[in-house]
């Protein structure tokens, strides 16, 4: 089974700050990657698909990208509203595994 | 309005069983696969299971196989997931998850508002 490895576990920042979160995946995943963001008590939303694709509706401060076999989302300018709890998936092969999760909080 | 609609979860004593239900609006249930993910306290989603829009295929996180039974009845639009022999690791939220499918030139990427399981004596 392909392991995705998150990082940070958490992270605190302000708002206006750029930060970025990793995943690494334990093999070759392509570029079968996707982001979710979850708010408490919520259902995850997805952000980014395909690595880098911006899920349409999503703010452009949102990006994704890929090195290999890591994998990072970007939040540049950081808005109230995306203090939560972010995760990655693999796509790329059974169990589509999702990473530990980065909690993003208000500094 | 496209939807996932869980329905049957509950308390159930280690051993016994629960059916859950997903109910599908606003989209062509039948022509894609769906997954139960389930998110215990405190962790990330973990992939439980998955079935082809036709009903075939059927997988399996290793943890439930042989104790879970995925379904599903495209006349009714609705997902199922037969639990048997809960164990108190099985206690999370079970949702029911669409995703991610080419529509148009974005995805499509649908989850419910999940259901509650919890595996306790």
């Known amino acids: 089974d392909i392991q995705m490895t998150q990082s940070p576990s958490s992270l605190s920042a302000s708002v206006g700050d750029r930060v970025t979160i990793t995943c690494r995946a334990s093999q070759n995943i392509n570029n079968f990657l996707n982001w979710y963001q979850q708010s408490p008590g919520q259902a995850p939303k997805l952000l980014i698909y395909g690595a880098s694709s911006l899920k349409r509706g999503v703010p452009s401060r949102f990006s994704g990208s890929r090195s290999g076999t890591d994998f990072t989302l970007t939040i540049t300018s950081l808005q109230p509203e995306d203090f939560a709890t972010y995760f990655c998936?693999?796509?790329?092969?059974?169990?589509?595994?999702f990473g530990q999760g980065t909690k993003l909080e208000i500094e | 309005e496209v939807q996932l609609l869980e329905s049957g979860g509950g308390l159930v004593q280690p051993g016994g069983s629960l059916k859950l239900s997903c109910a599908a609006s606003g989209f062509s249930f039948s022509s894609y696969g769906v997954n139960w993910v389930r998110q215990a306290p405190g962790k990330g989603p973990e992939w439980v299971s998955s079935i082809s829009g036709s009903g075939g295929n059927p997988k399996y996180v290793d943890s439930v196989k042989g104790r879970f039974i995925i379904s599903r009845d495209n006349s009714r639009k609705t997902l199922y997931l037969q639990m048997n022999s809960l164990r108190v690791e099985d206690t999370a939220v079970y949702f029911c998850h669409v995703g991610v499918v080419p529509v148009a030139a974005d995805v499509l990427d649908i989850w419910g508002q999940g259901t509650r399981v919890t595996v306790s004596s």
């Open positions: 998936q693999q796509t790329y092969s059974t169990p589509p595994a």
